[in-house]
């Protein structure tokens, strides 16, 4: 080992330089920040309009016959007597042959990368009919497999 003595070097930081680096790196994210938000401007419709798609989809997977079924918004509130386990995003009554034949609930769940959102069918005696996964961020390959109802390696 040597008996030499490290010592820290001291680094003389000018004020001018410290203002212009807190300039720059402000006037960058002040960019950074506007283009992020343009292109959000730019897809949000884009992105609203194939959530619906997938939404109208997976009601359609949860009902009996969907070819005959209509689907109306319904207002969530309170009052309903449900109790809630999951977050409730959107409910519509299943209309067929213009009689209410059940609803699709639309909720949110955690998964272990992100919101699961998935569409639940109910009869009109309050039996599920179905369940329809419209978005996830799970794992590719392992949580993936399950929103696909896939056998995972292990045979599971």
Do not use: H, R
């Not at 997976?58 to 109306?72: G, H, I, L, R, Y």
């Not at 639309?106 to 996964?133: C, F, H, L, P, R």
């Amino acid at each position: 080992m040597s008996n030499e003595v490290k010592t820290k070097e001291k680094v003389d930081m000018d004020p001018k330089y410290i203002i212009k680096l807190t300039v720059t790196l402000f006037l960058t994210c002040l960019v950074v920040a506007a283009a992020l938000g343009g292109v959000n401007a730019i897809t949000a419709d884009k992105i609203a309009a194939i959530n619906w798609e997938n939404t109208q989809k997976a009601m359609k997977e949860v009902v009996a016959d969907p070819d005959n079924t209509e689907f109306t918004e319904l207002e969530l509130t309170d009052d309903d007597g449900i109790a809630i386990v999951l977050t409730l995003d959107s409910a519509y009554e299943v209309v067929v042959n213009g009689e209410n034949d059940g609803y699709a609930i639309k909720v949110v769940a955690s998964g272990s990368q992100g919101n699961i959102e998935m569409m639940v069918g109910v009869d009109g005696e309050g039996t599920v009919t179905g369940v329809s996964i419209v978005d996830n961020s799970e794992t590719a390959g392992i949580g993936s497999k399950v929103m696909d109802n896939e056998p995972l390696a292990s045979g599971v």
